[in-house]
Antibody, heavy 115, light 109 residues
Framework: QVQLQESGPGLVKPSQTLSLTCTVS??????????WHWIRQPAGKGLEWIGR???????AYNPSLKSRVSISIDTSRSQFSLRLNSVTAADTAIYYC???????WGQGILVTVSS | QAVVTQEPSLTVSPGGTVTLTCDSS?????????PYWFQQKPGQAPRTLIY???NKHSWTPARFSGSLLGGKGALTLSGALPEDEAEYYC?????????FGGGTKLTVL
């Protein structure tokens, strides 16, 4: 059974860097033809795609966030990570990691940007 | 960046049938957009119902089906139950990017 679990600080100060990690169990993040995603959802709003990486190592990002975001992987720990620079209150949201095909999601982690 | 549009809200009677649609600002939705459909209930993480247009997850109830309809992605619910009341999101893939629709709030009443 594939499981994903987000972890990281729940509070980040404005202008600093948000860093989250997704730990995957039950599947290899470097095998198979899969995309692994980061997605977020501000309170009371819809889902926003942040970015993804492919098992080959290719990455892609939401154009609106591209200048501030990066995704990296640690195959030894079966983890992939999100870094979002220069955060503001608008980056406050629940952040999810997911493998959309066929549909495995983490439970989400609330990150608040506040001084 | 493409914009993906869904009906903001729909209502269906218990036992009734309803179709939710997913429209792309770039033109007709095709299988090449690999349409996905997600269900989200309050306080819960989204869960995938349909992937790659019409494929179901092992936990997807048989009453849900995905298709392409009139140039749009479509999610049809046949035989609605009260527990199907939720927010539904679609997702389309474009070259190197992925875009969510704004969501449809489905009321079973």
């Amino acid at each position: 059974q594939v499981q994903l679990q987000e972890s990281g600080p729940g509070l980040v100060k404005p202008s600093q860097t948000l860093s989250l990690t997704c730990t995957v169990s039950g599947a290899s993040i470097t095998s198979g033809n899969y995309y692994w995603h980061w997605i977020r959802q501000p309170a009371g709003k819809g889902l926003e795609w942040i970015g993804r990486f492919y098992t080959s190592g290719r990455t892609a990002y939401n154009p609106s966030l591209k200048s501030r975001v990066s995704i990296s992987i640690d195959t030894s720990r079966s983890q992939f990570s999100l870094r979002l620079n220069s955060v503001t209150a608008a980056d406050t949201a629940i952040y999810y990691c997911a493998r959309l095909s066929p549909g495995y999601w983490g439970q989400g982690i609330l990150v608040t940007v506040s001084s | 960046q493409a914009v993906v549009t869904q009906e903001p809200s729909l209502t269906v009677s218990p036992g009734g049938t309803v179709t939710l649609t997913c429209d792309s600002s770039t033109g007709a939705v095709t299988s090449g957009h690999y349409p996905y459909w997600f269900q989200q209930k309050p306080g819960q993480a989204p869960r995938t119902l349909i992937y790659d247009t019409d494929n179901k997850h092992s936990w997807t109830p048989a009453r849900f089906s995905g298709s392409l309809l009139g140039g749009k992605g479509a999610l049809t619910l046949s035989g609605a139950l009260p527990e199907d009341e939720a927010e539904y999101y679609c997702l389309l893939s474009y070259s190197g990017a992925v875009v969510f629709g704004g969501g449809t709030k489905l009321t079973v009443l």
